[in-house]
Every structure is written in structure tokens, then in C-alpha cells.
């Protein structure tokens, strides 16, 4: 599966951005879906994800009440709306999905094999 990751931009710190992550060639049925984020020098960190069945979602402590993660009906999309941004949010974001990731491995990087390329996020104070 082909991911596309999409809606990043340059919002001030309150601000709202909602990330698109879409699917080519099928849909995310029975794939878990993550959201990640890197900033230069630091690791890749897990953000948000839903499990395969799409009835669990997880979230890292410092986004919670904040992000919300959503897929769309057809479940070719995967959103991450993102509500009171704050400067320390700024990173590019990445899609993953894999069809065998399992909820104890569910925030893990390597538990992913399929990649979106990134969008930028940038917040201003």
C-alpha cells in the first residue's frame, strides 16, 4: 500500500491543523494506523495510531485531548485533526500502516512497514 500524507503548514500556537494520510491501491481495513513525528536530531516519535480493527485508538501523553485520530467511511483516509497546537508540536509528521502490527507493538516504529513521505508542521509562539 502506497501512503500520502498531506495538510501540514505554518500555524500559530492555539491554532488547528487536520492531517490527511490517504491510501492508494486499497483501503486501510485490517491495518494499523499510525501517526509519528520527527524533529531534526531527535528520533521519530509515536503520535496517534489505530489498531487493525479500527475500534482502538492510542495517543502519546502530550497530544491527548488535543489530537484526535479519525478514518473516513470508505477507509482510504486516515485524518489526525490537531486542536491548540504548541510550538513543541512543530516536526514532520509520517503515515504508517501494516496489516500485522498488534496492540503491544502499536507505538513502535519498526512495527510499521509502509510509510507516507511527511508534512511539515510548523508552530509558531
Known amino acids: 500500500v502506497q501512503l500520502q500524507a498531506s495538510g501540514g503548514g505554518l500555524v500559530q500556537a492555539g491554532g488547528s491543523l487536520r492531517l490527511s494520510c490517504a491510501a492508494s491501491g486499497r483501503t486501510f481495513r485490517g491495518y494499523a494506523v499510525g501517526w509519528f513525528r520527527q524533529t531534526p536530531g531527535k528520533e521519530r516519535e509515536f503520535v496517534a495510531a489505530?489498531?487493525?480493527?479500527?475500534?482502538?485508538?492510542y495517543y502519546t501523553d502530550s497530544v491527548k485531548g488535543r489530537f484526535t485520530i479519525s478514518r473516513d467511511n470508505a477507509q482510504n483516509t486516515v485524518y489526525l485533526q490537531m486542536n491548540n497546537l504548541k510550538p513543541e508540536d512543530t516536526a514532520v509528521y509520517y503515515c504508517a500502516a501494516d496489516p500485522n502490527t498488534i496492540m503491544s507493538t502499536i507505538r513502535r516504529i519498526n512495527a510499521y512497514d509502509y510509510w507516507g513521505q511527511g508534512t511539515q508542521v510548523t508552530v509558531s509562539s
Open positions: 489505530f489498531s487493525r480493527t479500527g475500534g482502538y485508538t
